[in-house]
């Protein structure tokens, strides 16, 4: 079984509790015993899609088809996959209750915020890396102190604050708290989309279970922003079927086009909606543009994992820090922010 089999059989079983074409395949490919299970271990945890493809599985009932060894190492991951995520929550709350009795409104982001909404059957589906939260530009600081007054600290050794060139302030730990936790004050870095900010999704803003996260729509777009943009895979030609997988289950509740086409440039999001339909076998709940951009785009990826380039793949990611670099320097030239963080990188460096 090559790569590109086991990505899109493990992409077709993240849907088949709605697609009752992509269930029947899977059963079909399963009764023929057609699988290598090691090559689908392999992808769906290097996706981090693991628990999500044991829950789909265990829930029609196709469980039976697997090795009994494999079904029980499956679900010792998803348990504690489940601790961990009911650890994050208890966590996300802590932090909830601690902002909101100091006028600060989090929004919770990506799977943190999902886990609190409620968007998986299973919170264990989920894996969440950091707990991630928006705050108004003009609260960051008040917010940064809060939570340092409260235990937080920066995770890096690096005492520099790279707040001014990243979406977030450094990433902060507290003492007996499993998750690292990110405050954002802005959802991309790319300059063409900087409209999808606070001020955007502040409006649309939904409260639930006391938690305030983004609207439906308004999670499609950083879904897909995340992937396609923040994680440069519209350079890169990277496959997420974590990401993909969020954005199918959303589709269930809401227009995919429709939310990406609340922005200006839509059009360059679309790719992705149309990459997600294609991995995940064709779930028609997914909305898309199928236009020539979207195909290029699907067909390089395609290229990327059949054809792997490390050399390839390194020099673009070259490319991509000495872009960013040189657009750093470039804007220390007229920002101040921009010269002292600069500044402090010559200096941490003696």
Sequence with gaps: MTYKEALFF???????NHE?????????DLKNDKIDWEAIVKVSTSHYVFPALYCNIKKANLLHYLPEDLVAYMKHITDLNRERNTQIIAQAKEINDLLLANDIT??????TGNLLEGLYDDIAERMVGDIDFLV??????????????????????????????????????KKDRVSIVEVHYKMVSRKKFTEFNFSFIEKNVLKKNLYHVLSDED?????????????????????GLRNSYDLFLLSLRTDTLNAI???????????????SFQILGS????????????????????????????????????????????????????NKEYRNYIINRIKSNF
């Design 283 to 334: 779930p028609k709940h997914i909305n898309f543009i199928d236009n020539r951009k979207a195909r290029y785009f699907f067909q390089k990826q395609i290229q990327n994992i059949e054809n792997s380039n490390k050399i390839k793949q390194l020099f673009i990611k070259k490319r991509i820090q000495f872009t960013h670099r040189v657009s750093v320097l470039i804007k220390a030239i007229y």
């Design 136 to 173: 108004n530009n003009n609260q960051l600081n008040k917010c940064i102190s809060i939570l340092k007054q409260n235990g937080y600290s920066t995770h890096s050794k690096n005492k520099i604050d790279t707040t001014v060139v990243s979406r977030h302030y450094p990433k902060m730990i």
């Design 20 to 28: 009752e074409h992509n269930k029947k395949l899977v059963e079909e």
């Design 261 to 275: 086409k609340k922005i200006t440039h839509f059009k360059n999001l679309n790719p992705f909606l149309f990459s």
């Design 106 to 111: 989090p929004v919770f982001l990506k799977g």
């Design 219 to 239: 999670k499609i777009i950083m879904t897909s922003i995340n992937k396609h943009l923040n994680d440069k895979s519209d350079l890169l030609f990277h496959f």
């Design 10 to 16: 493990t992409g077709k079983c993240l849907t088949i």
